[in-house]
């Protein structure tokens, strides 16, 4: 149980497109989903929380107009990043709850983005 | 707040070594733990978790850790390292509706 699709695994995009990266939780309601970006050899960093039917909560220093998360529906999260630059080249990991604490996290299988 | 160190960023063993990956913990209400393990291009997959009771948590492939208040601990132990084990080891609080990960400890495992 608790298993979290992310979708695509990787990615290649030109400068100055878009791109989106889907989360779904495949088995349970998550109340809340994540969203974070992890450079080499480094932890994962937290770019903002979602909610079902709210405004994503970004983390400082994150740019909400750059990197806009839409969580439409108790199971699926997305990211978008938006005129992507090669600077954006990053793996991006979603993670979902069902209620947080000690009910624990589920994580996708991260999605590798290279702009080139 | 809550914060997680992890003491030592790379730790490399023999095969069928004891592996030790160290894990301090801060946080101003009983804690939730967690042990997540990271293989290269992969995402996190929880090996085991403390939340109450048992202060000794046995989680998956032979991988255990114990909470220890007084020391503000929860450090990850396995008897007998395997060449499967190598990959990175991410401890982490839970906070207000949130993980605080540790910065990772990459366990190399050598022949």
């Known amino acids: 149980g608790a298993v979290v699709s992310q979708h695509p695994s990787w990615v290649i995009c030109k400068s100055g497109t878009s791109v989106k990266i889907e989360c779904r939780s495949l088995?349970?309601?998550?109340?809340?989903m994540f969203w974070y970006r992890q450079f080499p050899k480094q932890s994962l960093m937290l770019m903002a929380t979602?909610?079902?039917?709210?405004?994503?909560t970004y983390e400082q220093g994150v740019e909400k107009d750059k990197f806009l998360i839409n969580h439409a529906s108790l199971t699926l999260s997305t990211l978008t990043v938006t005129s992507a630059h090669p600077e954006d080249s990053s793996f991006y990991i979603c993670?979902?709850?069902w209620g947080g604490g000690k009910d624990g996290y589920t994580f996708g299988s991260g999605t590798r983005l290279t702009v080139v | 707040a809550q914060s997680v160190t992890q003491l030592g960023s790379h730790v490399s063993v023999s095969e069928g070594a004891l592996v030790l990956l160290r894990c301090n913990y801060s946080?101003?209400?009983?804690?939730?733990l967690f042990w997540y393990v990271q293989y290269p291009n992969q995402g996190l997959q929880l090996l085991l978790k403390?939340?109450?009771?048992?202060?000794l948590v046995k989680g998956i492939n032979g991988f255990e850790a114990e909470f220890k208040k007084s020391e503000t601990s929860f450090h990850l132990t396995k008897p007998s390292a395997h060449m499967s084990d190598a990959a990175e080891y991410f401890c982490?609080?839970?906070?207000?509706?949130?993980?605080?990960f540790g910065a990772g400890t990459r366990l190399a495992v050598h022949p």
């Open positions: 088995d349970f309601q998550a109340t809340t």
């Open positions: 993670s979902a709850t």
């Open positions: 403390y939340t109450t009771g048992a202060t």
């Open positions: 982490a609080v839970a906070g207000y509706n949130k993980l605080i």
């Open positions: 946080s101003s209400v009983p804690p939730y």
């Open positions: 979602s909610n079902e039917g709210s405004k994503a």
